[in-house]
T-cell receptor, first 113, second 112 residues
Framework: GNSVTQMEGPVTLSEEAFLTINCTYTATGYPSLFWYVQYPGEGLQLLLKATKADDKGSNKGFEATYRKETTSFHLEKGSVQVSDSAVYFCALINAGNNRKLIWGLGTSLAVNP | DGGITQSPKYLFRKEGQNVTLSCEQNLNHDAMYWYRQDPGQGLRLIYYSQIVNDFQKGDIAEGYSVSREKKESFPLTVTSAQKNPTAFYLC???????????FGPGTRLLVL
C-alpha cells in the first residue's frame, strides 16, 4: 500500500543552521508529493509540492526534490530562522488510492536564537 | 478573503454528550475533509465528502457523524460513542480532482 515515513523529531537547530528533514515514500504509480507546515496552535498550510519525478518544489527558502529512484522527497533549507519553528508533514496523493492524502507522522523543528 | 473557518476554537464535552464542530468554507470547493490529530500520530481521516449530500467514512469514523447539506458547510458531530474524543480536529477542503488541501485553524476538543 501507500505510506510515508519521516525522520523522527524533535529536531533542534540554531538560527542560520542548515535543515534537512528526510521523507521517503512507498506508492504504486506516480504520486504527487507535498510538504505541509503547522505552526503552534494552528492548522496546516501547504509549504511546497511536486507532481512528477525530478520536479523541485520551493517556497519561503525551503526546497524539496522528487526523487523517484530513491523514493524520497527530503525537505531542505539553507539557513533556518526562529520563525521556522513548527511541525512539518510530508504527504502523498495517489490516483490509485481514491485521491486521499497519505500523511507522515510529522517532524517537530525548534530553532533557537 | 477566501478561506476555511472552524468554530469554536476550544470545545468542552461532558460525559455522554454529543458535540458538533463547525466547518465553513467560501472557496467554492466541492470536497471537504475532517481529520483528527493526536500527538505523535499525525493526521487521521475521519470523514470526507466529494459533493453535497454525499460523504464517505475515512479511517477512524466510529463515534463520529457528519452531514453535507450545503456546499460550504461540513459539520462534524462527536457522539457519546467516541470514548476518547480529546484531540485537535482539523477541517480541510479542495477543488474536485484537486490535490492540494486547504486547512482551517482547528478546534481543540477537551473532555470535562
Amino acid at each position: 500500500g501507500n505510506s510515508v515515513t519521516q525522520m523522527e523529531g524533535p529536531v533542534t537547530l540554531s538560527e542560520e543552521a542548515f535543515l534537512t528533514i528526510n521523507c521517503t515514500y512507498t506508492a504504486t504509480g506516480y504520486p504527487s508529493l507535498f510538504w505541509y507546515v503547522q505552526y503552534p496552535g494552528e492548522g496546516l498550510q501547504l509549504l511546497l509540492k511536486a507532481t512528477k519525478a525530478d520536479d523541485k518544489g520551493s517556497n519561503k527558502g525551503f526546497e524539496a526534490t522528487y526523487r523517484k529512484e530513491t523514493t524520497s522527497f527530503h525537505l531542505e533549507k539553507g539557513s533556518v530562522q526562529v520563525s521556522d519553528s513548527a511541525v512539518y508533514f510530508c504527504a502523498l496523493i495517489n490516483a490509485g488510492n481514491n485521491r486521499k492524502l497519505i500523511w507522515g507522522l510529522g517532524t517537530s523543528l525548534a530553532v533557537n536564537p | 478573503d477566501g478561506g476555511i473557518t472552524q468554530s469554536p476554537k476550544y470545545l468542552f464535552r461532558k460525559e455522554g454528550q454529543n458535540v458538533t464542530l463547525s466547518c465553513e468554507q467560501n472557496l467554492n470547493h466541492d470536497a471537504m475533509y475532517w481529520y483528527r490529530q493526536d500527538p505523535g500520530q499525525g493526521l487521521r481521516l475521519i470523514y470526507y465528502s466529494q459533493i453535497v449530500n454525499d460523504f464517505q467514512k475515512g479511517d477512524i469514523a466510529e463515534g463520529y457523524s457528519v452531514s453535507r447539506e450545503k456546499k460550504e458547510s461540513f459539520p462534524l458531530t462527536v457522539t457519546s460513542a467516541q470514548k476518547n474524543p480529546t484531540a485537535f480536529y482539523l477541517c480541510a477542503s479542495s477543488m474536485t480532482g484537486g490535490e492540494t488541501q486547504y486547512f482551517g485553524p482547528g478546534t481543540r476538543l477537551l473532555v470535562l
